[in-house]
């Protein structure tokens, strides 16, 4: 059975830091994109940032450059958001998903997902 597990969230105040992880069981992500995703309440899913499969492609939405970091460990079959700076604007569940095609920040293209990790940015 194909699972993304996601795990690193919690409560932080404005500029901390927080380091989200996606594990993978049942397969192994060498061959998949993985992108990070959120939802704040009220608000469609977005794209935060996404890795090609080897890592050597990044990208990420505007709205985090500067303050977050993807990085992939295919060895521990393992996906981290480094989450630096926080702002109460990014407060959300946020998601992993993998897809074997080329990385992207859109939702519809990513085929497996995990079940979310609740980040909460707040004094």
């Known amino acids: 059975q194909l699972q993304l597990v996601e795990s690193g969230g919690g409560l932080v105040q404005p500029g901390g830091s927080l380091r989200l992880s996606c594990a993978a069981s049942g397969f192994t992500l060498d061959y998949y994109a993985i992108g990070w995703f959120r939802q704040a309440p009220g608000k469609e899913r977005e794209g935060v940032s996404c890795?090609?499969?080897?890592?050597?492609?990044?990208n990420y939405a505007d709205s985090v450059k500067g303050r977050f970091t993807i990085s992939r460990d295919n060895a521990k079959n393992t996906v981290y958001l480094q989450m630096n700076s926080l702002k109460p604007e990014d407060t959300a569940i946020y998601y992993c998903?993998?897809?074997?095609?080329?990385?992207?920040?859109?939702?519809?293209?990513?085929?497996?997902w995990g079940q979310g990790t609740q980040v909460t940015v707040s004094s």
């Open positions: 998903a993998a897809d074997g095609g080329n990385p992207d920040l859109e939702p519809v293209l990513y085929e497996y």
């Open positions: 890795i090609s499969s080897s890592g050597g492609s990044t």
